[in-house]
């Protein structure tokens, strides 16, 4: 990151008091308009806790007064991406030590969670001096949402071996809103960094995603990681999609199935069905029910990289040919069969990796790449009502370093595993409710 973002960033975060710019309730904006479920969390006290201790509460009021300044449709999608950039930047550079961090711990990665909903809610009461369409209205959105997820400012340098990876949001917040999930840390932690392996340095870019079904069958993970699998100079070397998996340990999925179902942080519900990809993203003619990783999964689950255990989970749920139940098998699935869950299940982490590892297949490149699911991150069980505690912190760190090192592992192997050959003894488990 450069010097003068950095500058940029901390003096947003340290110099600007929370009322300098006008907020949402002010003469811009209709607290009346419809928000979405999960910016209707904000109200609660935890959100307000985490923006105020972390002083995110100053990047979500600065975006307010920016909008309210907004004479025309060019000077708002200007104030949207040069804030959504900033967001995203200045939650990098807290996560990695570069600024203050309130008084929360700086790899914390809900901070970020709450300051874009808090904006992404500024826009939908927005009320412009000049005429604003539900359309345009709804690409300023995704603007935002893009830049301020790191989507937009990918860059993988010559020089170097690439590393993509991909984290996400907290989810399942009605069950407990003090949730972090430690793939977002991950992606933070990591974001522009580069690993030191025997192999020589490796420059690791991420971005973040949200736990919403419409994004992604809209085709934002495609479009997201295209310019970076597609052939060419800046093609990645490898990537990794990482969500939160099973308590106390990591996985290496090895299969990823074409099916999803399950709420979402919106509570919108997917009742079972088949994942598709819009007509004008790279696809495969049939798409196939289950796509294999190419991660070195071997050398990922067998090196000693920390605290957790990591294990080559080889399991899937199909429904086998000729058959009408599902089935659970523990070493892959069977020729002709219809998939009802990959190892990963059948959420949005298992969606992240079939649409990365389909796009690479449709694509036709040969490069480790597919899903590493993290341990679960866990409060101190005494505490039930606390947004961070002791053992919390230690847990995300601990998680954070360990995910490092296997990324190490994995770009030393260099050479993807092979996903067709004798299974490995199935080491699995069901993933809890509190996993993706």
Known sequence: MRIGVVAACALLLTALPAAAQAAPGGTCFDESAPTTVEQRRLDQPVPRQVLERSGFDRVAAGFGGELCEAGDLESAQRVVETEGKR????????????????????????????????????????????????????????????????????????????VLVSGFDPFRLDDDIRRSNPSGAIALALDGTVLSTPDGPARVEAAMFPVLWRPFEQGVVERTFLPHLRPGPRQADLFATVSQGRPDRFDVERWNGRWHQGTDNDNEVRDGGVITVPDDLPGTDPAPEFVPTTQPYADMAGAGTGRFPVFDNTEVTEIPAGGSEPVTRPDGPTPGSAARSGGGGNYLSNEIAYRTTALRDALGVRMPGGHVHTPVLQFDPANKTEITDPVFE?????????????????????????????????????????SM
Do not use: C
């Open 87 to 162: 967001l995203w930047e200045t939650a990098v550079a807290r996560a990695q030590g570069r600024l203050p961090s309130g008084d929360l711990p700086a790899d914390d990665d809900r901070p970020l969670y709450w300051a874009r909903l808090h904006m992404t809610r500024a826009l939908a009461r927005w009320q412009p001096d000049f005429p604003l369409s539900e359309a345009e209205r709804a690409d300023l959105t995704a603007s935002l949402e893009r830049h301020s997820r790191g989507q937009s400012g990918i860059r993988l340098p010559a020089g170097v071996k690439r």
């Open 394 to 434: 230690r847990n995300r760190l601990d998680i954070t370093a360990q995910f490092r090192e296997i990324l190490t592992v994995a770009v030393t192997s260099g050479v993807p595993g092979d996903p067709f050959g004798p299974a490995r003894t199935p080491r699995s488990g069901p993933l809890p409710p509190t």
